[in-house]
């Protein structure tokens, strides 16, 4: 206890960590009112992205008062399909427009040293349509089916964006939509895993 109070009082090792928070807090505060909370229909970026072609609705490099969640609409062209992807957060769809189905591969995972996830080999099928909501449990693999042969399918998909704050930010692309034209590679299928990073 002495030599704390020693190191507290004489120690090299200082910082300004508090100070700056409180700094940041107020320029958080004193900017927070300049943000967008309403977000122009021209301001939403398209991303022809490999899960498919996106309408980014709420992001957090849109600088709204919106902090807690992110928000895109997905298009699905007639008969067609989103990539295939799994991500870490809980996730929520309203079907805008348009009628299909999900396919839903299950995660199971199992605790030792480490974790380690694997996805059932056979997905659930959720059929839906215009107005439906659609749940997408923690880090299953999805997949968004149009049935629509002659029409295109609209989602708008909602993800709670504490997930990045806390660590969590998994997001892996494992199929890519077909009529995805970059040069992203998708990841391979496997297991999934955290590693024991602790010293030996």
């Known amino acids: 206890m002495a030599h704390e109070r ?7 090792n200082q910082c ?13 505060r004193r900017t927070y009112r300049k943000r967008l909370s ?32 992110e928000s895109y609409m997905q298009f699905i062209p007639p008969g067609s399909h989103t990539g295939k992807r799994r991500i870490l957060a809980e996730q929520i769809l309203f079907v805008l427009d348009g009628r299909g189905y999900d396919l839903h591969w299950d995660v199971e995972y199992e605790v030792d040293i480490d974790f380690h996830w694997s996805w059932k080999e056979e ?41 990045k704050a806390m ?13 995805y034209d970059g040069d992203l590679e998708p990841m391979l299928a496997g297991p999934g895993w955290v590693p024991d990073t602790r010293d030996d």
């Open 38 to 69: 309403v977000v122009k229909a021209a301001d939403m970026p398209f991303e022809n992205s490999p899960d498919g072609l996106i309408k980014h609705m709420v992001h957090e490099k849109q600088n709204t008062t919106e902090n807690c969640v």
């Open 123 to 163: 997905p659930r099928k959720f059929e839906w349509e215009r107005g439906d909501f659609i749940f997408v449990p923690a880090y299953c693999i999805q997949q968004h089916f149009n049935s629509d042969p002659d029409n295109e399918a609209r989602l708008i998909v909602i993800t709670n964006r504490i997930f």
């Open 16 to 28: 300004n960590w508090y100070a700056e928070e409180l700094e940041d807090s107020a320029e958080f």
């Open 167 to 179: 660590g969590l930010n998994w997001l892996e692309q494992i199929e890519n939509a077909p009529e």
């Open 6 to 12: 020693d190191m507290a009082h004489t120690g090299d």
